[in-house]
Every structure is written in C-alpha cells, then in structure tokens.
C-alpha cells in the first residue's frame, strides 16, 4: 500500500488534533478526558502532540471555561501520561497500572481489579457491560465486551459515541479497528452495526454522549434496563 494511503488510513483510527487540543487545555468531560489519555498511552505520537498542545493551553483556558473536572483531575490525568515515557519515575499506582496489560495508567484507576474481575453485566446476546461513569446530561463512561464473530444491534446515535478497542477487533462500514483504534461515530450516523473479529472477545472502552437508538421492539424494550 501506498504510505501516504496507509498514514490517511491510520488517522482515521486516531483521535483528531482538536480533541487533544481540548483534553490539553481541560475542556473536556471526565469520561471524554479518561478516553483520550487511555487512546493516547498506545500511541507515542499523540502524546507528543498533548505535549505541543500543551504549549497553547493557557490561551485556550482564558477563552473558553473549562468542563466541570474533579480537583485535581486534569494534572492527575497528564501525570500519568508523561509516566508513560518516563522510566526514571514510579507511576503513582503500580499495583493498578501493571495489574492487566490491557488496562493503561489513565485506565486503570477506575477499575476494581483486572478486566476478567470486573462484574460484566448482560447486555445482549454475545454482549457484556460495564458502567464506569455517568455524568448529568446522559454521557457515560463503560466498557464493552463482545464475544467473537458477534454483530452488534443496529443502532443509530442521539449524540457522538467514540469506541477505543483495548482488545480484539471489529469492523464496520469497511473499516477494520483494532488494539488502540479509535472509532468516533457522530450523532448523525442511524446504521450502525460493527461485526466483532472471530475469535477473542473484543474489549472496548466506549464514551456516549446520549442513549442510544436501538432498532426493533425487543431491543427498545429491553434498553431500559441496560442503561444505555
């Protein structure tokens, strides 16, 4: 493949320059922030570019007004990353950070234990959850877990959805994301139905910004009680 084709193919799996922008300047959500650092940790080259953006922050902050964030979020957030590349440091929770593999730094403070511990709950056929975080106006922050050869749902958006795989694979509208991949499906889209790889379960850390619109009867009926 040509290179240039391949870089083009690359950035459509990687989170764009304005959202790492905004995570630089603390302008985004807890659950939006959590999303690009963990995205950030498989890619050395996008840690790079926080740090560059980091350089224009102060600008950002005095023009805009910053997420609602808890105390300390933000630089408990960047340390984490700048541990990533920084062997003469401990990470500040080495229990945590090195209990999965799968799970990095920024990853790893909001969950009980490794991924095979957490408390999956059933959320369709071949489909588990698990909820993180929930803000006020109806954005989460879960991981999905999908066993091989799985289809999921149809479904449309209410609002953006960015999927980030931690393990396996999927495909969808001719793209295939694999471990660190980033889809970032827009509010627009109405058919979405990602095919998960055969094989290994496909682990993927998931922020909605709305409920999604699940298509067919039993699947509405059965959405209250997913949460999603």
Not at 4 to 9: D, F, K, S, Y
Not at 53 to 82: C, N, P, V
Not at 204 to 212: F, G, H, K, R, Y
Request: glycine letters at 10%; a negative charge.
């Amino acid at each position: 493949m040509n290179p240039e084709v391949q870089n083009a193919a690359n950035a459509d799996r990687l989170i764009s320059d304005e959202w790492l922008v905004a995570y630089a300047a603390g302008n985004l959500s807890e659950a939006k922030a959590t999303l690009v650092a963990t995205h950030a940790s498989f890619h050395p080259e996008l840690k790079a570019k926080i740090s560059d953006a980091e350089d224009i922050a102060g600008a950002m902050l005095g023009a805009t007004q910053g997420a609602d964030l808890s105390d300390g979020f933000f630089d408990r957030l960047m340390a984490q990353i700048d541990e990533q590349g920084d062997t003469a440091r401990e990470p500040v929770n080495v229990e945590a950070a090195y209990r999965d593999p799968r799970v990095p730094q920024p990853l790893a403070d909001y969950l009980e234990g490794n991924l095979d511990e957490l408390k999956w709950r059933f959320m369709g056929p071949g489909m588990k959850q698990v909820k993180l975080w929930a803000g006020e106006n109806g954005e989460k922050l879960w991981l999905l877990k999908a066993k091989g050869g799985t289809e999921i749902p149809e479904h449309g958006h209410n609002g953006n959805e960015l999927t980030l795989v931690l393990q396996g694979g999927y495909k969808v509208d001719g793209t295939h994301y694999t471990v660190g991949d980033l889809e970032v499906a827009d509010g627009g889209v109405e058919d979405h139905r990602p095919l998960i790889d055969d094989g290994e379960d496909c682990i993927c850390l998931v922020v909605t910004e709305a409920p999604i619109k699940l298509k067919g009867t039993i699947a509405r009926a059965v959405q209250p009680f997913i949460g999603l």
